[in-house]
């Protein structure tokens, strides 16, 4: 059965601070990988990774694949209390339709 | 508002009513999917549209729901015979036809369903 681990499940920071959130997945014909930040609401694309080792950057988010070990890592440098959100990332395969997610790290950034 | 847009935004039903939601999906997007999200897990999916035709559906979709998408456009999702477990958010997304790398999907603001 296809499988998604986040971690830590919940972390709490000091704005400025910089954070690393885990991902690892067992699924089967893999072919992406992507990030989500959810809000009170609907959850916001962030990243998609389908090569191992490319960075992809967005202002101060920063995510990178590892196909090899079956994780990736969503960086985020000098945190704003805006950042504070659950982070989910989701596992995709060849087909393309389901989206198969953690549970999720929720974050919260403090004053 | 050119995102994808659900409603109601929030239903509050007594056990064992019917309920039925609707998704808007972004105009252009020919795949929409449904997914439930319950407190402290990230979304599950539910099942999927290409264009009109439902391609999938997952285990968790019981016989009590049943989800359209009559003309490609718009989908309603509907619960019958309501129970306490199927509280959660219900939250639609859609996507182009995955070419290349584009599986990205976009979700809507979700149905929030309480069955008390």
């Known amino acids: 059965e296809d499988k998604v681990v986040q971690s830590p499940l919940s972390l709490v920071v000091h704005e400025g601070d910089t954070v690393t959130l885990n991902c690892s997945y067992e699924?089967?014909?893999?072919?992406?990988l992507l990030w989500y930040k959810q809000e009170k609401k609907a959850p916001t694309f962030l990243f998609m990774l389908t090569s191992s080792g490319i960075e992809k950057k967005s202002g101060r988010l920063s995510s990178i694949l590892d196909k090899k070990e079956l994780f990736s890592i969503l960086n985020i440098t000098a945190t704003q209390t805006g950042d504070s959100a659950i982070y989910l990332c989701?596992?995709?395969?060849?087909?393309?339709?389901?989206?198969?997610f953690g549970k999720g790290t929720s974050l919260l950034v403090t004053p | 508002d050119t995102g994808v847009s659900q409603n109601p935004r929030h239903k509050i039903t007594k056990r064992g009513q019917n309920v039925t939601f609707r998704c808007d999906p972004i105009?252009?997007?020919?795949?929409l999917y449904w997914y439930r999200q319950t407190l402290g897990q990230g979304p599950e999916f539910l099942t999927y549209?290409?264009?009109?035709?439902?391609?999938?559906k997952s285990r968790l979709l019981s016989d009590r729901f049943s989800a359209e998408r009559p003309k490609g456009s718009f989908s309603t999702l509907e619960i019958q015979r309501t129970e306490q477990g199927d509280s959660a958010m219900y939250l639609c997304a859609s996507s182009r036809t995955p070419r290349t790398d584009e599986y990205e999907q976009y979700f809507g603001p979700g149905t929030r369903l309480t069955v008390t």
């Open positions: 699924v089967t014909n893999f072919r992406s």
């Open positions: 549209f290409q264009n009109e035709a439902q391609l999938e």
């Open positions: 105009s252009e997007h020919n795949r």
């Open positions: 989701a596992g995709v395969t060849n087909s393309g339709y389901a989206l198969n």
